[in-house]
């Protein structure tokens, strides 16, 4: 059994707000200081114990200065546990339920969680190997009955699985990432290719025209879909996102698909590492810039 994070261990971890800090303290500074006026690596004691200043400009850093936690009105610790919520519980949780839970307004959860959804967005810098499939998608208004790829009110996903087959000639997915597109075109679907799946890679498609160019730069091979039952695991895969969407988000639409697709894969892809899961994510949130709120596009905030 992998060891996962449980609300025990993270109480046990942050207490006060000071245990939050001392966190982030390490975060930015445990591998040494560097001035982000001038880039001078010597610091005396800032104002507060959780601040540096440079020895050379005298800019005065805070722990959560320059990164999405900087005053942040929920305070570290109820942040940090809605970091912990919608990391390690498998489904997510919804702004409406992370307001209830933590007394506090659904447009605050619902910020703080738009903010940890931007730390979950990939890095490209681990893209897909070995057997690859991809095929695409549509999400909103889920007529399931609708086929073709016309798009309408719909939205068009692209998603790559790693498809991993044991000794036994089980088939599971490995890792996988889903990308928002414009239209199933070679030039729309050539970015994803190229930031999220390995050149050495083989790769199964359906049928679609739309990935004949690509075949100059990667391995594809294409066969019939059937409706699905030709790429079955992927099949589940998409069913799943579907689901996600419907249940827990089910007003998600406009253009904070991405940042569902980003939180639900970034959980996907680490589900074999729950212990580690939201030291992950706070580290990510840290290198973030700030984000304030007229930023973040609001186009539905009941998700
Ligand atoms: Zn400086």
Redesign the pocket.
């Known amino acids: 059994m992998q060891k996962v994070l449980t609300i025990m261990d993270f109480r046990k971890q942050f207490k006060t707000e000071e245990d939050c800090l001392n966190y982030l303290v390490e975060i930015k500074w445990g591998a040494g200081f560097k001035?982000?006026?001038?880039?001078?690596g010597k610091y005396s004691k800032g104002r507060q114990w959780f601040y540096r200043r440079?020895?050379?400009?005298?800019?005065d850093e805070s722990a959560t200065a320059n990164t999405m936690f900087h005053k942040c009105k929920l305070g570290l610790l109820r942040a940090f546990e809605i970091g912990f919520r919608i990391s390690v519980k498998k489904k997510g949780m919804s702004s409406c339920e992370l307001g209830r839970e933590f007394g506090c307004q659904q447009r605050s959860a619902w910020l703080m969680k738009a903010k940890f959804q931007n730390a979950m967005k990939s890095s490209d810098n681990y893209p897909l190997e070995g057997k690859v499939e991809v095929d695409e998608f549509l999400v909103g208004g889920f007529d399931e009955n609708e086929v073709g790829r016309s798009l309408e009110s719909k939205q068009l996903v692209v998603l790559g699985v790693e498809k991993v087959i044991d000794k036994k000639d089980n088939v599971t997915i490995g890792r996988a990432y889903a990308r928002v597109i414009e239209n199933a075109s070679a030039k729309k679907l050539k970015p994803f290719f190229e930031q999220k799946i390995d050149k050495k890679s083989s790769i199964t498609t359906d049928g679609w025209r739309g990935y004949w160019p690509l075949q100059k730069d990667w391995n594809i091979e294409q066969k019939l879909s059937k409706k699905g039952q030709g790429f079955k695991e992927l099949h589940i895969h998409i069913m799943n996102i579907k689901g996600w969407l419907r249940g827990i988000h089910h007003k998600c639409k406009g253009n904070r698909l991405q940042q569902y697709l980003d939180e639900f894969h970034f959980r996907f892809n680490r589900r074999g590492f729950l212990s580690t899961i939201l030291d992950k994510l706070l580290i990510r949130a840290m290198e973030l810039e700030p984000c304030p709120y007229k930023t973040i596009k609001v186009c539905e905030q009941n998700t």
């Open positions: 001035c982000i006026k001038c880039g001078h440079c020895k050379e400009c005298g800019y």
